[in-house]
């Protein structure tokens, strides 16, 4: 039995590690236990290898969470402007690539030598790999049994991140230690992942794969969980269905059952935004055979399988019926189409549902019921959108944790 720390932070990723620097140098006794051989693995894959690591504009909107609230707090006090302050005093180059993403020009080990380096300087130690078998409270004190001893701590910092990827290590073990104290959890589901399709929903579009097309994408409704969203981003096309920003962003509001609708032509910027009957009820198209004029607001290849889907292919404008037009009109503009499911927790970037906010004070992370118990990063009930903000929230949510340690 060795000292009593000021506080464990079970998981070394990106919450538990930016939190546990920030505390250490803060004057805390902090000790970080890992189950992996290699920390920050999600780190070092995120981005394409370049860690998008948060967005210009992430504001409340960007999350989803049975309370639109909770993340409030946490964000006002430790804005993107504050990581970005952090990023630049290392000497980390960046660049914003879309929609104020902001990646490292060189590489997201850069992030993670960051972490650790803060780490350094608030003398935190690190254990891993260290299997951590229970958790007790013990009065007002915590007792946490590992493979390696036993440790004693004020606070237990929960930082075991989502349930994605369980191949580089993800494990339910927050969700686990909430419902061991009695705190209720939201149904975890995966998130900003593909989407799949059957062949009778999905036509011939699996012939197209890897074609990518601009849309306007839409999902989920007012009743539903997390409410509807409609975003304009890059759909593409694969051999098991949709996946790309667009599709990512729209699975987060998607509930099984439901359809999602493409307008494949929504995202065309136009002064004034396009209108579809400008190109079917343009003179000069009459002649014209149904699939060129396709090609001449989508890929060639998609317009074309779209006449295809029609039977329209070959036919020329003025011969098509009045029917048939509405028909392909209501195709391209508004396609509404029923997933089959999701490419589940292999593919998903982050895990929707967690810890219930409820349970949480958002000031501090802390239980509401066990004081000198946190959760903090993804296993909250707390889901960005694509584009940093989940980085943004591991951030956030640690250094509120931090402070209150
Ligand atoms: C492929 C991919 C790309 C992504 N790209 C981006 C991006 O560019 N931008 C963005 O904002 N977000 C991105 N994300 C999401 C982002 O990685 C997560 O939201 C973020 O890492 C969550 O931080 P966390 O600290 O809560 O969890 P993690 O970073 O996952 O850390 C959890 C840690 O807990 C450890 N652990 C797990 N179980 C146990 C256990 N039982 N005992 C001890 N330790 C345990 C793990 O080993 C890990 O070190 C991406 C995710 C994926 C999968």
């Known amino acids: 039995m060795s000292k009593t720390w000021d506080a464990i932070v079970i998981g070394g990723g990106a919450a538990g590690l930016f939190c546990a620097g920030v505390a250490g140098q803060l004057g805390k006794r902090v000790l970080v236990l890992d189950h992996a051989e290699v920390l920050g693995e999600k780190i070092r894959i995120s981005g394409g290898g370049r860690c998008n690591f948060t967005n210009l504009h992430s504001s409340p909107a960007n999350f989803l969470s049975l309370n639109q609230h909770f993340v409030k707090s946490a964000l006002a006090r430790y804005p993107s402007s504050e990581f970005i302050k952090l990023v630049s005093a290392y000497k980390i180059g960046y660049h914003e690539k879309h929609q ?32 951590v078998q229970s958790i007790a409270q013990d009065g007002d004190q ?72 601009p849309v306007r994408i839409a ?28 599709v990512l962003q729209a699975s987060s509001y998607w509930e099984e059952g439901e359809p999602i609708h493409i307008d494949w032509l929504g995202a065309i910027e136009r002064p004034g ?38 039977g329209l292919t070959g036919r020329k404008w003025a011969e098509v019926s009045k029917k048939d037009r509405q028909a392909l009109k209501e195709l391209i ?24 906010t409820k349970e949480l004070d958002g000031q501090t992370m802390m ?35 931090a402070q209150a340690l």
């Not at 508004?334 to 982050?350: H, I």
Request: charged content about 20%; aromatic content about 8%.
């Open 367 to 401: 239980s509401r019921n066990h004081p000198g118990l946190f959760f903090i990063g993804e296993c909250v009930d707390v889901t960005g959108h694509l584009g940093g903000h989940n980085f943004q929230w591991a951030w956030a949510s640690g250094f509120a944790c």
């Open 333 to 356: 503009t508004n396609w509404s189409v029923k997933p089959a499911g999701t490419l589940g927790w292999k593919k998903a970037e982050v895990m929707l549902g967690g810890v219930d």
């Open 100 to 131: 104020g993403q902001l990646f490292c020009d060189d590489s997201a080990k850069q992030i993670i030598e960051m972490l650790f380096a803060e780490c350094a300087k608030g003398k935190v130690n690190i254990r891993h790999p260290v299997t």
């Open 273 to 310: 935004g396009f209108n579809c009957d400008e190109l079917f009820n343009n003179e000069e198209n009459r002649l014209k055979l149904t699939e060129t004029i396709l090609a001449s607001v989508l890929p060639q290849r998609l317009a074309k399988a779209f006449a295809d889907q029609k």
């Open 142 to 213: 915590w007792t946490v049994h590992t493979n390696v001893g036993i440790e004693k701590t004020k606070s237990v910092v929960m930082a075991t991140g989502g349930l994605p990827i369980p191949a580089i290590g993800a494990t339910a073990y927050s969700l686990d230690i909430a419902k061991q104290f009695g705190l209720k959890v939201v149904d975890p589901r995966p998130a900003l992942v593909p989407l799949s399709f059957t062949a009778d929903n999905f036509g011939n579009l699996n012939e197209l794969a890897g074609l990518s097309v």
């Open 219 to 246: 999902s989920g409704s007012k009743g539903h969980r997390y409410g509807a969203c409609r975003f304009n981003e890059d759909l593409l096309l694969t051999h098991k269905g949709l996946s790309g920003p667009a």
